[in-house]
T-cell receptor, first 114, second 112 residues
Framework: AQSVTQPDIHITVSEGASLELRCNYS??????LFWYVQSPGQGLQLLLK??????LVQGIKGFEAEFKRSQSSFNLRKPSVHWSDAAEYFC????????????FGAGTTVTVRA | DAGITQSPRHKVTETGTPVTLRCHQT?????MYWYRQDPGHGLRLIHYSYGVKDTDKGEVSDGYSVSRSKTEDFLLTLESATSSQTSVYFCATVPTPADTQYFGPGTRLTVL
């Protein structure tokens, strides 16, 4: 069965510091990979996605993610965090073998301190 | 973002009552999904639809039913609400499965 793991439930980072959120998945085939962000009381907004091609993908708000097939990972990074980046982040994975239905990780909550 | 609305946005109901949540989209997307979001679980798929009158179960479908009589509307029904169905419910749409899902604003349901 497919699964998505976000090992870090909560991360606290200082404003201006770098951020990395981890995502690991277990899938048999090449997956489609997504990162979504959710601000409190809001819906989910797409940050970036990987379908194929260059394994380093750029997203909105200065985020990037790298697909590493050998490690079954799709980690999200931002070089310098802003206070507005405080939110919950979800990694999601889909694959042809499952009709591209998405499986979500449990989420990582990011707190930004001044 | 896709034009997706959900109604109601908030609802409090009592155990045993029926509840229907509505998802409406203006993008003419063929595929629609209902998820529930609970702390520590991320989003879990309840039901999905791949066209008018074509629906299928997701991983947490027990206690829920859906209907889709028009492309733009996807209804989620709790026939007899239970406290375990207290959650935030999200609808998503996509033109084809191998594409980006866009999410509605969510419905917060509390079952007392």
């Amino acid at each position: 069965a497919q699964s998505v793991t976000q090992p870090d439930i909560h991360i606290t980072v200082s404003e201006g510091a770098s951020l990395e959120l981890r995502c690991n998945y277990s899938y048999g085939a090449t997956p489609y990979l997504f990162w979504y962000v959710q601000s409190p009381g809001q819906g989910l907004q797409l940050l970036l996605k990987y379908f194929s091609g260059d394994t380093l993908v750029q997203g909105i708000k200065g985020f990037e993610a790298e697909f590493k097939r050998s490690q079954s990972s799709f980690n999200l990074r931002k070089p310098s965090v802003h206070w507005s980046d405080a939110a919950e982040y979800f990694c999601a994975v889909g694959a042809l073998s499952n009709d591209y239905k998405l499986s979500f990780g449990a989420g990582t909550t990011v707190t930004v301190r001044a | 973002d896709a034009g997706i609305t959900q109604s109601p946005r908030h609802k409090v109901t009592e155990t045993g009552t029926p509840v229907t949540l509505r998802c409406h989209q203006t993008e003419n997307h063929r595929y629609m999904y209902w998820y529930r979001q609970d702390p520590g679980h991320g989003l879990r798929l309840i039901h999905y639809s791949y066209g008018v009158k074509d629906t299928d179960k997701g991983e947490v479908s027990d206690g829920y039913s859906v209907s889709r009589s028009k492309t733009e509307d996807f209804l989620l029904t709790l026939e007899s609400a239970t406290s375990s169905q207290t959650s935030v419910y999200f609808c998503a749409t996509v033109p084809t499965p191998a594409d980006t899902q866009y999410f509605g604003p969510g419905t917060r349901l509390t079952v007392l």
